[in-house]
């Protein structure tokens, strides 16, 4: 069954970077062919898109995170790659990824990223 698995995430102080990767677990995905997602969540709040890869528009992150996150991805490997950094407090969240639009079959646990202050 499709899901995805992510990982890199931990704790860090204000101003630090940390790598998140995202693997396919799909042997019959085609991971190539799709645009891949990283969103976010914070307790008590929705699942918010931070970034996408892919497609005719290549790479998008948020606007108000450009200047400190970046997205890459390795299609050989099924693996996609959020880099995050100058950190701040309220990056803190569990950080998932998905398609995008999302599928809700592949959501996998997330991995939890904590900055503190």
């Known amino acids: 069954q499709m899901k995805f698995v992510e990982s890199g995430g931990g704790l860090v102080q204000a101003g630090g970077s940390l790598r998140l990767s995202c693997a396919a677990s799909g042997r019959t995905f085609r991971f190539e062919h799709n645009v891949i997602g990283w969103y976010r969540q914070t307790p008590g709040n929705q699942r918010e898109l931070v970034a996408t890869i892919g497609g005719r528009e290549g790479t998008r992150i948020s606007d108000s995170l450009k200047d400190r996150f970046t997205v890459s991805r390795d299609n050989a490997a099924k693996t996609a790659y959020l880099q995050m950094n100058s950190l701040k407090p309220e990056d803190t969240a569990t950080y998932y990824c998905?398609?995008?639009?999302?599928?809700?079959?592949?959501w996998g646990q997330g991995t939890q990223d904590t900055v503190s202050s």
């Open positions: 998905n398609t995008s639009p999302y599928n809700r079959l592949f």
